[in-house]
């Protein structure tokens, strides 16, 4: 089985431009976040998708930064404008259909450079 | 709020060395405890979860442990296979999500 597929593994953008990240999860799963991990906070959670729906948003860092979830197969984390500060690897995690609990699986994340 | 703190911050251990890892946390309700491997350039790979006080789980030369502050992550004869990043996560009752620390990079030489 496929795991969680992200792309772009590396983006290098100018600030104030757009910048989209996808993410696929595993086949089957209900839950889906986006995390962010830089050397100074570690993983950091951004929101959190059950049944497509957004529960928890309350770790997005501002109005610049948004994420849907149109199917039960594909995730966009889209920031704009980009900063130098968003600087960051990006992940995507799915958790299977089990009471909201049990262990992330991670995509192998984006790595994102706001010159 | 929900805290993980992970030490040491990084070790160095020689192939053989056996050693132990920390997580401390405090969490209003645990759920699960969770550890991770991260390999330069990858995601978390999902070790072991824990659920209560008491509970050890084991995979090859690794062993984790758990007690009602702490949980430790030992390694019993590592070989430089094992150098990565280790992650620890605990998930709350009231929460969805996994709140991670911050990791401990082990290095181990030949």
């Known amino acids: 089985d496929a795991g969680v597929i992200q792309s772009p593994r590396h983006e290098v953008t100018e600030m104030g431009q757009e910048v989209t990240l996808r993410c696929k999860p595993i086949s089957g799963h209900n839950s889906l976040f986006w995390y962010r991990q830089t050397m100074m906070r570690g993983l950091e959670l951004l929101i959190y998708f059950n049944n497509n729906v957004p529960i928890d948003d309350s770790g997005m860092p501002e109005d610049r930064f948004s994420a849907k979830m149109p199917n039960a197969s594909f995730s966009t984390l889209k920031i704009q404008p980009s900063e130098p500060r968003d600087s960051a690897v990006y992940f995507c995690a799915s958790r299977a259909r089990a009471l909201n609990t049990g262990e992330l699986f991670f995509g192998e994340g984006s790595r994102l450079t706001v010159l | 709020e929900d805290q993980v703190t992970q030490s040491p911050e990084a070790l160095r251990l020689q192939e053989g060395e056996s050693s132990s890892l920390n997580c401390s946390y405090t969490?209003?309700?645990?759920?699960?405890l969770f550890w991770y491997r991260q390999d330069p350039g990858k995601g978390p790979e999902f070790l072991f979860t824990l659920y209560s006080a008491g509970e050890e789980k084991e995979k090859e030369r690794l062993k984790a442990t758990l007690t009602k502050k702490e949980s430790f992550l030992h390694i019993t004869a590592p070989k430089p296979e094992d150098s990565a990043t280790y992650l620890c996560a605990v998930q709350a009752y009231s929460g969805y999500a996994l709140n991670f620390g911050k990791g401990t990079s082990l290095l181990v030489t030949p």
């Open positions: 969490v209003s309700g645990l759920r699960g």
